[in-house]
């Protein structure tokens, strides 16, 4: 079992950036894909980006691109989102995600293992 713990999350003004920490346990983290997704209340959950098992490849949504950069280390068993130039819009609880069989993919409903979360507020 794969547990997944999300940290970083806080208050932050818009233009201003903040850097989540997702540290896993449990399972041989070199072989998972990797995400972050996000939802806002009232909201559907919404895919932020991933990153591959070696961490060469990487994919974004639109919403986020050149803002946001993931990168895992696979050594420390951790995966990062580093998030610049924040939005109001951006406001969301932030979730780890790993997909164990390693498929590069953007819906939710694929991914195996999920974190608890940490909110990000953005105020304006």
């Known amino acids: 079992q794969v547990q997944l713990v999300e940290s970083g999350g806080g208050l932050v003004q818009a233009g201003g950036s903040l850097r989540l920490s997702c540290a896993a346990s449990?399972?041989?983290?070199?072989?998972?894909?990797m995400a972050w997704f996000r939802q806002a209340p009232g909201k559907e959950r919404e895919f932020v980006a991933a990153v591959s098992r070696s961490g060469g490849s990487f994919y974004y949504g639109d919403s986020v691109k050149g803002r946001f950069t993931i990168s895992r280390d696979n050594a420390k068993n951790t995966v990062y989102l580093q998030m610049n130039s924040l939005k109001p819009e951006d406001t969301a609880d932030y979730y780890c995600?790993?997909?164990?069989?390693?498929?590069?993919?953007?819906?939710?409903?694929?991914?195996?293992?999920w974190g608890q979360g940490t909110q990000v507020t953005v105020s304006s």
């Open positions: 449990g399972g041989i983290f070199g072989t998972y894909v």
């Open positions: 995600a790993a997909d164990a069989k390693g498929r590069f993919d953007t819906f939710a409903h694929t991914y195996d293992y």
